[in-house]
């Protein structure tokens, strides 16, 4: 097969993977089928079998695409934030800014990431979560190293990462573009709660 053609079904699959895509978000998993994603591709339910033997092999290939870019987006937000900046402060607000402005770009890969996964079979679905889990180590590790060096108190450190993640991750459901709080106003209020708490000063 030439260089040319092996590049056209490369094309092609990632066209596939985009509709299909569309797809899930707008009806579920559940309730696509090969022959709607091949209608919306604009190839016959044939062409769409070269490709991906089966709609569970879609599914899986997003998944594991989501979980790329949430851990790459992770890693880059955190390398960035340690070299750029010594405040903790400073480090916290960039590292969620980061990956909250990533995770919501990408909220429709989420979206299948957390709602769909129970899709895919035991051996599979597991795959996807070693991501999910790789990605809470980045910033587990990230944090366990600023308690370290004593710059946030010593505190049960799973605990603390777990609370940061569901904070940023409600987002996707209650954040508007429109509202009067940019991400990064959002974001700062988050991390200054984490920091300093929201008891007034007692008289």
């Known amino acids: 097969m030439e260089k040319k053609d092996i590049a056209n079904m490369h094309q092609t699959a990632q066209i596939i993977l ?6 899930f978000v707008e009806k579920g998993y559940e309730r696509s089928s090969m022959r709607e994603i091949a209608e919306r591709v604009g190839i ?19 998944c594991v695409q989501a979980g790329e870019i949430i851990n790459e987006d992770m890693r880059q937000a955190i390398l960035k934030s340690e070299t750029q900046y010594s405040n903790v402060r400073d480090q916290l607000v960039n590292i969620l800014y980061d990956y909250t ?7 429709n890969f989420n979206k299948i990431l957390f709602f769909e996964i129970e899709s895919l079979p035991p051996e599979k679905r597991e795959i996807i979560i070693n991501y999910e889990r790789s990605n809470v ?8 190293r600023i308690m370290e ?23 996707y459901f209650w954040y508007k573009k429109d509202g009067q709080l940019s991400i990064r106003e959002i974001i700062e209020y988050i991390v200054d ?11």
């Open 18 to 23: 985009e509709k299909a895509h569309e797809l």
């Open 44 to 62: 016959s339910k044939a062409a769409l079998y070269h490709h991906f033997k089966n709609k569970e092999e879609i599914l899986f290939t997003l």
């Open 101 to 107: 402005i990533g995770y919501l770009k990408h909220k």
């Open 137 to 144: 180590a980045q910033f587990k590790n990230y944090l366990r």
């Open 149 to 171: 060096q004593g710059k946030i108190k010593k505190t049960n450190i799973t605990v603390l990462t777990f609370c940061f993640f569901a904070t940023v991750q409600w987002l």
């Open 193 to 203: 709660y984490f920091l300093y708490g929201i008891i007034g000063d007692e008289k």
